[in-house]
């Protein structure tokens, strides 16, 4: 990732009612503690099948498709879910990628219009207790950016890595009732890993 990448962008935790604004349904309310696992070798090759059945949908209309989040970070630890960026002309367009997408199976599950026009969609997969979740965006939105640093970051980097994955394992611990409340949990850690990787002293990546 070049050095003037985007700088950290915190969001604010999210309220039960922002939660429930946004969410396409009724919110799902965990029933448990949060589980992560091992990582799984075989995760980078079910965002490859992911990415395929995508662009097979979308055609040209998929302008970027990449591997985010914890699944995409070999040794570390996660939750059994493949985290996708999708970029799209216009994220705020639906109609011209939702419903392909809902005919291969995926759902919508949250609209956030006043966040990047952030776009959520999910999927079962035919792994045990695998999904994939599609994060779609507008191709110009610094977002992509900033998650793809925070990815190739803890890629290189062995003690971000672990301070992540310490943060994961004390956050899981605790009870939330939303997934969103565990997700706004790991803000801090993220912006404090955020800040060295795209900082002066980040390496090219």
């Known amino acids: 990732m070049a050095n003037d990448a985007q700088p950290p962008d915190p969001r604010s935790p999210s309220t039960d009612e922002e939660i429930r604004a946004h969410t396409i349904g009724e919110p799902q309310l965990l029933s448990s503690r949060v589980v992560l696992t091992d990582y799984d070798p075989e995760w ?3 965002f490859e099948r992911e990415a395929a059945t995508i662009r097979a949908t979308l055609g040209l209309r998929a302008l970027r498709i990449e591997h985010v989040g914890s699944t995409s970070v070999p040794g570390l630890i996660a939750k059994p879910v493949i985290d996708i960026v999708l970029a799209v002309a216009d994220s705020g367009d639906e109609p011209a990628y939702v419903p392909p ?3 291969a199976g995926y759902f919508l599950r949250i609209r956030e219009a006043d966040w990047h026009q952030h776009r959520l969609l999910c999927r079962r997969l035919q792994a045990p207790d695998a999904s994939a979740k599609l994060h779609v ?3 110009d939105c610094p977002e ?4 793809l640093a925070f990815r190739d970051w803890l890629r290189c980097n062995a003690g971000d890595r ?8 004390a956050l899981a611990q605790q009870e939330w009732n939303y997934m969103q409340n565990y997700a706004d949990a790991k803000t801090a850690v993220v912006g404090e890993i955020m800040a060295r990787a795209v900082g002066p002293s980040a390496p090219e990546l």
């Open 44 to 46: 980078p090759s079910l």
């Open 101 to 103: 997408l809902e005919a």
């Open 137 to 139: 965006f507008s191709s």
């Open 144 to 147: 992509i950016a900033r998650m």
């Open 162 to 169: 672990e301070l992540y994955a310490r943060t994961k394992r």
